[in-house]
């Protein structure tokens, strides 16, 4: 069974980098087939899509975040990242990672419990 | 951008009754459309994916229909175990958007 798991400060500076990890278990980054994303949901609101990483490296943002997004993976550690660089409050947020299977059909099938980043001074 | 329109964006249903929810896309994405339930306090939970194929262990009262721009979600009996936020999802181009979410609730 695959599981996800964030971890991270969950509080940050106005104009800081925001960093999350996100730790995979019970399956191999490396295997190829899935994206690996982050998500992200404000208080009380919707779901956006932040951007994914394959284990190529390969990565693509959300068009709206592109400018100060960075997704990378460390395949050594099956571990994937997110650095989104001059957060405002704006960017409080509870963050997912989760695991997007390729092929015919394209879905994220499994996500992380959540972490709640307060930006914050 | 596709965008994802969601309606209702809440609901009130008594147990047994049928929910329907919609969501419009923006342009046309095939059949390219995932819902998700999400439980307050918990991550979502993929209960359909392209727009009409029931995740394995997901009940059968839970169905999807639609194609190109138009997408239906329908709880053929609602419990009270499907009070949720649930979401629409498309993948048609490299970004993916979700719609607003329809807030479910039992009247």
């Known amino acids: 069974q695959v599981q996800l798991q964030e971890s991270g400060p969950g509080l940050v500076k106005p104009s800081q980098t925001l960093s999350l990890t996100c730790t995979v278990s019970g399956g191999s980054i490396s295997s190829g087939g899935y994206y690996w994303s982050w998500i992200r949901q404000h208080p009380g609101k919707g779901l956006e899509w932040i951007g994914y990483i394959y284990y190529s490296g390969s990565t693509y943002y959300n068009p709206s975040l592109k400018s100060r997004v960075t997704i990378s993976v460390d395949t050594s550690k099956n571990q994937f990242s997110l650095k989104l660089s001059s957060v405002t409050a704006a960017d409080t947020a509870v963050y997912y990672c989760?695991?997007?299977?390729?092929?015919?059909?394209?879905?994220?099938?499994?996500w992380g419990q959540g972490t709640l980043v307060t930006v914050s001074s | 951008d596709i965008q994802m329109t969601q309606s209702p964006s809440s609901l009130s249903a008594s147990v047994g009754d049928r929910v329907t929810i919609t969501c419009q896309a923006s342009?046309?994405?095939?059949?390219?459309l995932n819902w998700y339930q999400q439980k307050p306090g918990k991550a979502p939970k993929l209960l359909i994916y392209d727009a009409s194929n029931l995740e394995t262990g997901v009940p059968s009262r839970f169905s999807g229909s639609g194609s190109g721009t138009d997408f239906t979600f329908t709880i053929s009996s609602l419990q009270p175990e499907d009070i949720a936020t649930y979401y629409c999802q498309q993948y048609d181009n490299l970004a993916l958007t979700f719609g607003g979410g329809t807030k479910v609730e039992i009247k």
């Open positions: 989760a695991r997007e299977e390729l092929g015919a059909a394209r879905h994220l099938g499994y």
């Open positions: 342009q046309d994405i095939s059949n390219y």
